[in-house]
């Protein structure tokens, strides 16, 4: 398969990095790193140990890209605007496109943009960041869930060409597991990216100081709970005993700045309408207020506000 990745950053450039190592025919389109990685290829520092690849397969416009049967979407969403521009010139009719991003609602927006496609969701499991021009630093984990996404987020059941991509990703050592209701596992990806995104950023600090302090651990399992409750008004069931389980895996887990707490100390734009604006619309439609979680969005929407009013009066 000749495959397509939009987006090379830390979930990206981790992903296509490793399906291009063990040797599928991988195009990565780039932006401000394409220069670079076209003369110096790609660094993933991993660990599970680090590799180069020295020649990579880069462009600056999808125009000049091959048509692909797959098509991996790891922009930010904040970048989603850029899509219709790109995704005719590089997804063959009837292709397959992955679509990797946070949040919830990304899967139709892109599906009305390239109606012929097969549009699969993937949540990441994954602390990666990107450290530098063509340099991602992969920290822990790093497991794939995979689901087809229909209209509204009804449930799919396995398909074809789940396990096409499932094999594809096993191929080159990703750990993949695929689900019959894509809408569930967006759901349970939000119960840890909603508190621990959002406080990381408000309160200025990383996941391991967060879960150290009673207070702010009691408050993200608050968050967490809430979310829960959200989802089962929207049709999405998640047993209490889960917000435990991501508790416990994220005292496991490395130090780790969340994504949103990087985009936000880089000046970039936070991907608060995905992860924290569509959840809570969804959850009051079906007659739930998420009130936490509206807290931590009304606070982050201020400072993405503040931020970029500062970027210009610097200018």
């Known amino acids: 398969m000749k495959c397509g990745i939009i987006g090379a950053g830390a979930v990206g450039g981790y992903y296509g990095g490793l399906l291009a190592k063990n040797g599928f025919d991988i195009h990565f389109l780039l932006h401000s790193d394409y220069l670079y990685v076209k003369k110096n290829g790609l660094f993933i520092e991993s660990k599970d140990g680090d590799y180069h690849l020295s020649d990579v397969n880069a462009y600056s416009k999808a125009e000049d890209m091959p048509l692909c049967d797959l098509v991996i979407v790891a922009l930010k969403t904040t970048e989603n605007y850029q899509l219709p521009a790109m995704l005719p010139h590089i997804i063959k009719d009837n292709g397959i496109i992955l679509i990797l991003q946070n949040g919830l609602g990304v899967e139709k927006e892109i599906a009305d943009m390239v109606p012929k496609a097969s549009i699969l969701g993937g949540l990441c499991f994954l602390c990666s ?187």
């Not at 869930?145 to 009804?154: K, P």
């Not at 895996?249 to 992860?275: V, W």
């Open 129 to 315: 960041n990107k450290v530098g021009p063509g340099h991602i630093k992969h920290l822990d984990y790093g497991s794939v869930i995979i689901g087809e996404y229909l209209h509204e987020y009804r449930p799919s059941g396995i398909n074809g060409n789940m396990k096409l991509i499932a094999d594809l990703f096993k191929n080159a050592g990703i750990s993949v597991q695929l689900t019959e209701n894509l809408g569930l596992a967006r759901w349970k990806k939000l119960v840890w990216n909603i508190p621990f995104n959002g406080l990381s950023v408000i309160l200025d600090a990383t996941t391991d100081q967060l879960m150290a302090h009673p207070s702010t651990r009691c408050l993200a399992e608050n968050v967490m709970r809430e979310v829960i409750t959200g989802a089962k008004h929207c049709g999405f069931f998640i047993e209490k005993e889960y917000a435990d389980d991501m508790l416990k895996l994220t005292e496991q887990m490395t130090a780790y700045k969340p994504s949103m707490k990087l985009d936000f100390e880089a000046g970039r734009q936070m991907e608060i309408e995905k992860i924290y604006s569509q959840p809570i619309y969804e959850s009051a439609s079906a007659g739930y207020d998420m009130v936490s979680t509206r807290a931590i969005c009304l606070q982050l929407e201020y400072l993405d506000i503040k931020a970029a009013f500062d970027r210009s009066d610097s200018h």
